[in-house]
């Protein structure tokens, strides 16, 4: 173990407070505090502009915090620690005080990782020894920041409720990057969002919010860096409190502590065009990976606190994340800096809400996935980050690990089943029926009995993990070969159809039919129950060419395209997204309780065969059942608007034909209607017109219609 040493200059030091962790400036000084239970001394370090390092040696230690307070010390200044005690792989300690490490609180850094500087501490190829260079200094820095700097002007939270939201998936850098509405310098970044194309664009299309894929600094794994490529969706997080430097135009302009201000300026933009914010967060695991891995923060601080350790031999991490560790979430200091850093991005930054990657990982206690796990008893009694909106990606890759509807109430999740439905059905799959009658009612069938709402299903046909949708209708086979791994990575089961042919075609029936099932994708996602999320770029035909695990791709394979827009598909989106929010029966906050309205001899859901029957229980089971209608009375809602008025609405009807056929299908005599008024076709972006109850009407092989009353019995 290296000896303490005297600072190079003599630096004023108090003791400082334990309390809040991290580097904290009060406007005279700044407060530093680390939490370290298994460290034997701690060195923090302070860095002029020239690189040049000053070592302060942190001599108090309160409940394992290591404080210091230092006067004269404000923002701006770039910091790192130094970390002693036993370097013992075999009992899961890898103290090495040659590496300087980052504050896992710091708010914002100076760069990002730079590998041939040093991030190891071991010797490559023989963990066992430490690495003895003083030199290694690899890991970015902390800056210390001021949090009084910007100016919310009043910001105000959209606050959307979750059965009226919309939201929409992006990549902060793939949506702006090649923008031409958008400053050239601006593009790829925080503030490339926030100009008035691109706010404008989101507005028109309808979202209500955007959900980023990570923001959170993370590491470019040098693996991809040794084949010429990036982490682009970077779900391998560094730095919990901080954001990345990568989409900061002040840190291309020299100053990366900007980008803090840049990001809540984004945020502030969003919120006055009526848009939330939504952060894709990765708490489950962390950039350093195995013990192969590079020791950058944590692994060096105390890894036994932070990181689940094989009991039986604690040289080795549990990976439920197949990315080479799992955060240890049992540990009540490694709870504090989850909840810390998401209630910092809620108070201090602003965010309306966080999809949580993993998130199985974190509710394990043991080795079973646990709903009362102590990470969601935490979250459900904390006042602030309850009341934002919370969405799970309930799976990881340990055993038991998928978890789909059984996440706690105030929790919503991604439906893969709602997906795996929904792509099988427009595939041509049959014997579907009982299930697609699930999914467009909000999947009752997950969510109904655990004290939860139709919202808590966020149903998506594609997200960034796997085809985009013109991909899930041209390709049925991945074609990854640009990632540099044979193909290899990626997802085999896509459950899509490509329509007969594989990949782009001159064949105009092949491309109309691509362009009416693109349609049905959308019409269902976007007119059933539940929360629906858009994946950025379907609304206009983005495609990855077939690529998808695009994770490494920045570049135009995963950019949005903007000279390349289906602006007739974009027209039907806007178009769709409007009517679901026209409607309140497109958007019910309750499930359908299938019970008669007003003593009528109607109930507020009635689902019709072709011939405008009824369906039998016989026909839920018949495996050729491939189409149906869906009645909505708008007067059996069971809600109020947000004055307490009753909430009522036309009466809808929904009409789906996933075969291969086209049917006559006969409009019903419900509800009192007489004259039924064709709202949308996926067949045709002009369609309209009025037809009578009783009549039929031909619903195309593979289309969607639409339908609401336009008169009936009464007037």
């Known amino acids: 173990m290296t000896t303490l040493t005297a600072p190079p ?28 239970e298994n460290a034997s001394g701690i060195e923090l370090c302070l860095f002029d502009e020239q690189g040049q390092e000053t070592r302060v040696p942190v001599r ?11 006067p004269g010390v404000g923002p701006g200044q770039r910091y790192g620690y130094r ?31 730079q590998f041939d500087r040093g991030v190891f501490g071991y010797v490559l190829g023989e963990d066992d020894s430490v690495m003895q260079q003083d030199e290694q200094r690899g890991a970015p820095l902390g800056i210390v920041t001021n949090p009084k700097s910007f100016d919310w002007q009043g910001d105000e939270r959209p606050n959307v409720p979750f059965h009226q939201s919309v939201i929409y998936e992006a990549h902060v850098k793939g949506l702006t990057m090649t923008h031409p509405g958008v400053p050239e310098e601006l593009r790829g970044t925080y503030a490339g969002v926030a100009t008035e194309p691109i706010l404008t664009y989101l507005k028109e299309l309808g979202i209500t ?25 970077g779900y391998s997080t560094l730095a919990f409190f901080a954001p990345d430097v990568r989409y900061s135009a002040e840190a291309k302009k020299g100053n990366p502590a900007g980008a803090v201000d840049e990001f809540k300026a984004m945020v502030r933009a969003l919120h006055e065009a009526g848009i939330e914010v939504i952060l894709d967060v990765v708490y489950n695991h962390t950039a350093e990976g195995n013990h192969l891995g590079p020791t950058l923060s944590f692994k060096g601080i105390d890894n036994p606190t932070y990181y689940r350790l094989v009991a039986d031999d604690p040289r080795f991490y549990f ?65 602030v980050i309850s009341q934002v909106k919370l969405i799970a990606e309930p799976w990881d890759v340990g055993e038991g690990g998928y978890q789909v509807g059984n996440f706690p109430v105030n929790w919503a999740e991604w439906n893969g089943i709602y997906r795996d439905d929904m792509r099988a059905f427009w595939k041509g799959d049959g014997g579907l029926a009982s299930e697609i ?56 089961h896509n459950i899509t159809w490509n329509c007969g042919v594989e990949g782009e075609t001159d064949d105009p029936a092949v491309n109309a039919l691509r362009a009416r099932q693109q349609r049905n994708f959308l019409a269902t996602l976007l007119l059933g129950q539940g929360t629906p999320m858009l994946l950025g770029g379907d609304e206009f035909g983005r495609t990855q060419g077939g690529n998808n695990n695009a994770y490494c791709q920045d570049n135009e394979i995963s950019w949005y395209n903007w000279n390349a827009l289906d602006e007739d598909l974009l027209a039907f989106t806007k178009k769709v997204i409007a009517l679901r929010k026209a409607h309140p029966a497109l958007h019910r906050r309750k499930f359908f309780s299938g019970r008669n309205i007003r003593g009528e001899d109607i109930r507020d859901l009635v689902w019709l065969r072709f011939d405008g029957q009824e369906m039998t229980d016989e026909d ?26 009753p909430l009522v609405d036309d009466h809808l009807l929904l009409l789906l034909n996933a075969s291969h056929v086209d049917l006559p299908f006969r409009l019903p005599n419900l509800g009192g209607c007489q004259t039924w008024e064709l709202l949308l076709d996926t067949t045709d972006d002009h369609a309209g017109g009025q037809a009578a109850a ?11 219609k639409l339908y609401r009353c336009a008169q009936t019995q009464e007037g």
């Open 9 to 36: 200059t003599p630096v004023p030091m108090r003791p400082g407070r334990p309390f809040p962790l991290g580097a904290t400036w009060d406007g005279k000084g700044t407060n530093f505090a680390l939490y370290s």
């Open 60 to 70: 108090e230690q309160t409940a394992f915090v290591w404080h210091a307070y230092l």
């Open 83 to 113: 970390v002693h005690g036993e370097y013992a792989p075999e009992k899961g300690l890898r103290f090495n005080p040659n590496v300087v490490l980052l504050d896992p609180y710091a708010r914002a850094l100076d760069g990002t990782e």
């Open 209 to 233: 919010a955007i959900e980023f894929m990570p923001v959170h600094q993370h590491v470019d794994d040098p693996f991809l860096l040794d084949k010429g490529l990036t982490n682009y969706w």
């Open 319 to 383: 990976d439920y994340t197949g990315t080479g560790n799992s955060l240890n979430v049992r540990h009540p200091q490694t709870l504090q800096l989850i909840m810390d850093s998401l209630r910092y991005w809620v108070s201090d930054m602003h965010v309306d809400g966080f999809r949580f990657d993993l998130a199985s990982t974190l509710a394990r206690g043991l080795h079973e996935v646990d709903q009362l796990s102590g990470f969601f008893t935490i979250i459900h009694q904390d006042p």
């Open 437 to 492: 009658g699930y999914r467009l009612t909000g999947s009752s069938d997950l969510y109904q009995f655990n004290g939860r709402k139709p919202y808590a299903s966020i149903n998506f046909v594609t997200a960034h993990d796997g085809f985009t949708l013109r991909d899930t209708v041209t390709y049925e086979q991945k074609h990854n070969e640009a990632n540099g791994e044979g193909n290899n990575d990626g997802h085999n």
């Open 620 to 645: 839920w089971s018949n495996p050729h059942t491939q189409s149906m209608g869906i009645f909505l009375d708008g007067g059996g809602l069971d809600d109020t608007d947000e004055r307490g008025r």
């Open 694 to 704: 009783g009549s039929e009407t031909s619903l195309a092989s593979r289309s969607v």
